[in-house]
């Protein structure tokens, strides 16, 4: 069964931090490489951060620096580690698999950065 549960999320003042959170399906975690997407108002969803199995990651320059990705492979558990955000990173964050291969996405959890 596939399933994917974002946590974590809120609202922080520019330049603060958050720490997100994402369960997944045991079947995903052991078989693919994980990543952190973002869906802003209006936007296409981008993805933020990527980590294989073996725990390389990679970042889009436009967070590189800022935002950490982690997995716990015993807790079936990623994480995105944001800080010095911006309030460009206001949007929706979803994990899912990288790549995508599968239609299915979770509920996401709301980043809102204010001024």
């Known amino acids: 069964q596939v399933q994917l549960v974002e946590s974590g999320g809120g609202l922080v003042q520019a330049g603060g931090s958050l720490r997100l959170s994402c369960t997944a399906s045991?079947?995903?975690?052991?078989?693919?490489?994980m990543g952190w997407y973002r869906q802003a108002p209006g936007k296409q969803r981008e993805l933020v951060a990527s980590?294989?199995?073996?725990?390389?990651?990679n970042y889009p320059d436009s967070v590189k620096g800022r935002f950490t990705i982690s997995r716990d492979n015993a807790k079936n558990t990623v994480y995105l580690q944001m800080n010095s955000l911006k309030l460009e990173d206001t949007a929706v964050y979803y994990c899912?698999?990288?790549?995508?291969?599968?239609?299915?996405w979770g509920q996401g959890t709301q980043v809102t950065v204010s001024s």
């Open positions: 045991r079947i995903m975690f052991v078989i693919s490489d």
């Open positions: 899912n698999t990288d790549p995508v291969f599968s239609t299915y």
């Open positions: 980590i294989t199995r073996a725990g390389n990651t």
